[in-house]
């Protein structure tokens, strides 16, 4: 059997601190080692061992998989792998989740041939949050994200069709990206309706297939953190 496990960073974020939306132009490092410990403490506990690990190249992506990596006992080096970094959520990077979904609201009812200054900011606010609920339900990009999806489900069926018969590899990268690594399993549709595709931090996803079988996921999501205990 061939196993592929795919975890999200850990927190980049302090309790009560406003997050904003972290893509691949905002470098940030950890803000606590809970969660990344936790991805290899859950693995190890369920008698997982990764053969191989590869890292998004950013700092909270590296570090996540050096402390999972740490928790296994370091079963094997961390490579890092530039083609699983975050997207870049262009004039959206790094804002508050407000002003983004305000951005969005405006670009919509101009889309719509609406004048954006005649609406409210609640009401601009409501036409955005409509746009990022179709991203955290079916991976639809918001306009002016510069995001490929083609070359990230690329991404990962490559990633996926490396894996070899016995072999366990482990990915560390973030929310965007993660999001269509379930093209692999042939049914996306059918899993964006089953499954929430926003992977919380410290989110571990495990995927297996038979050689020759398509991939299943028994694991989606999982706060791995808080199954160690």
């Known amino acids: 059997m061939k196993t592929l496990i795919i975890a999200r960073h850990g ?8 997050p904003t939306r972290v893509g691949a132009r905002t ?36 570090r996540t998989a050096a402390l999972a990596a740490e928790a296994l006992g370091n079963p094997c080096p961390v ?19 407000q002003e983004v979904t305000r951005r969005l609201g405006r670009a919509t009812a101009l889309d719509a041939g609406q004048d954006p200054s005649s609406l409210s900011q609640e009401a601009l ?55 269509f690594a379930p093209h692999i399993t042939g049914d996306y549709a059918g899993f964006c309706a089953r499954h929430d595709i926003k992977v919380p931090t410290g989110g571990v996803c495990i995927f297996t297939a038979q050689p020759g079988e398509a991939w299943q996921c028994s694991e989606w999501g999982v706060k791995a953190f808080k199954k160690t205990s």
Request: charged fraction near 25%; hydrophobic fraction near 35%.
């Open 11 to 18: 927190n980049t974020f302090r309790p009560g601190e406003p």
């Open 125 to 179: 606010e409501e036409l955005g949050a409509k746009v990022i609920e179709l991203w955290n339900s079916r991976a639809i990009v918001p306009p002016g994200w510069a995001v490929d999806p083609q070359l990230i489900i690329r991404t990962w069926q490559q990633i996926a069709d490396s894996v070899e018969d016995g072999e366990a590899l482990l990915c560390v990268s973030s929310n965007g990206t993660i999001r």
């Open 79 to 97: 490579q890092i792998e530039n083609s699983l970094i975050e997207i870049d959520y262009g004039p959206d990077e790094n804002r508050t989740e």
């Open 27 to 62: 470098d940030l490092p950890l803000v606590e080692e809970e969660r990344a410990r936790g991805i290899g403490l859950y693995l190890k506990k369920l008698g997982i061992t990764p053969t191989r690990i590869l890292a998004a190249p950013l700092q909270r992506t590296c």
